[in-house]
């Protein structure tokens, strides 16, 4: 009964909104309602029923038209009015959607911010919503993080399956200077670690709803996957490439920091891993040999470090055995062969090979007898 109930009282609802949109947009352009009303019959209070393809088609059909703005908007205000989980749910995937389809009418949000204001989202009407409301909160803020992501790359990350599109994504992250690739690539690892928050789909919200929001992130998830790869394989043939001298001496040790997010993330991702398994693998397996390759240039450095401060010492125990030498005169008896001439006596030159320079200058050592 209290199900039965739910599903009339949504029905009401939904043919209440339907009317009022149209009233409200009856002086509206044409394409203008249109977009209003098939967000409405894609967003129903229906618990058991994901957006209706066809109507979520028709929304996102507008999004690189001029129209565009007017359907984000109406997913916007439709997010903003509801309380409702299962209609705040169905309008997320449609904004989703948008998002991955726009190219040049949405530009992103900005970095760290609540943009979509859904951080208190909060239905209390049943258990499933009190439980699919912390869904809703996270995946309004991965919606975040994957509209700033676009603004960062100047695009929406999409990076086709052919090797022609994965050769050209290459040569064009290979024209950007090092810094900015480095920040590029903090932005998608940190998309990936917003990824490993997610909470757990609600018991009893195993259906098509959850499988499709499901979906479209593993879609974004390897997606970022391979555009993280292409940036590092261009900074690590870039560090070895001879002669090369970034601005703010980079170096591979600047990547372990990153190297080091990404692995932490390995294991949340895993579950992932059955979509593209091949891919997935050369990806972890590109993270761990940076990884090894920064340790390897760790113990290389400390081996070197510690030459030197045993070169160092040597030095300064010769220069304390040279300065602890005595200087004598020695003295004839015989007056009669005394002589005030200066003898010249294996004379020549001896450099002390100091290197704290303090002793570093050649001394004339003459023998006066």
């Not at 190219?103 to 900005?110: A, H």
């Not at 399956?161 to 932005?187: F, G, H, L, P, W």
């Not at 400390?302 to 030095?315: M, R």
Request: charged share 25%; hydrophobic share 40%.
């Amino acid at each position: 009964m209290p199900k039965l109930k739910a599903l009339i009282i949504g029905k009401v609802k939904d043919k209440a909104s339907i009317g009022k949109a149209r009233l409200l947009h009856s002086f509206s352009s044409k394409a203008v309602k249109y977009i209003n009303l098939a967000l409405l019959k894609s967003t129903t209070h229906n618990p058991y029923k994901p957006p209706r393809i066809d109507y979520v088609s028709a929304v996102v059909s507008y999004s690189n038209s001029p129209h565009g703005p007017a359907a984000f908007a109406a997913a916007l205000w439709r997010l903003r009015v509801t309380k409702n989980a299962f209609v705040a749910t169905k309008t997320l995937i449609v904004f989703h959607k948008l998002i991955k389809s726009s190219r040049d009418m949405f530009g992103g949000f900005d970095r760290g911010q609540n943009n979509l204001k859904l951080n208190d989202f909060t239905d209390k009407s049943s258990k499933l919503t009190l439980e699919l409301s912390q869904w809703v909160r996270w995946y309004a803020l991965y919606l975040d993080r994957l509209s700033w992501i676009s603004k960062v790359l100047g695009s929406f990350p999409s990076l086709p399956e052919s090797s022609k599109e994965k050769a050209k994504e290459k040569d064009c992250v290979s024209s950007y200077q090092t810094k900015n690739i480095m920040r590029q690539t903090d932005s998608l690892v940190a998309f990936f670690e917003h990824i490993c928050t997610r909470p757990e789909i609600p018991p009893l919200y195993q259906d098509k709803i959850a499988d499709e929001i499901r979906e479209l992130v593993i879609q974004d998830y390897f997606t970022v996957m391979r555009l993280v790869m292409v940036r590092l394989q261009v900074l690590s043939e870039r560090l070895a490439k001879p002669g090369f001298e970034p601005v703010g001496g980079f170096s591979l040790n600047d990547l372990r920091p990153v190297l080091v997010r990404l692995e932490e993330c390995k294991e949340s991702l895993s579950e992932f891993f059955w979509c593209s398994k091949r891919l997935a693998e050369n990806f972890w397996c590109l993270v761990e040999k940076l990884k090894d390759e920064t340790v390897k240039d760790d113990e290389e450095m400390v081996e070197l470090s510690g030459s030197v401060q045993t070169t160092v010492k040597d030095d300064i125990e010769m220069v304390e055995l040279a300065g602890s030498s005595q200087t004598e005169w020695v003295t004839f008896d015989d007056s009669e062969m005394a002589t005030n001439e200066v003898v010249k006596w294996n004379s020549e030159w001896v450099t002390f090979d100091d290197s704290k320079g303090l002793m570093n200058e050649p001394v004339w050592l003459s023998l006066c007898t």
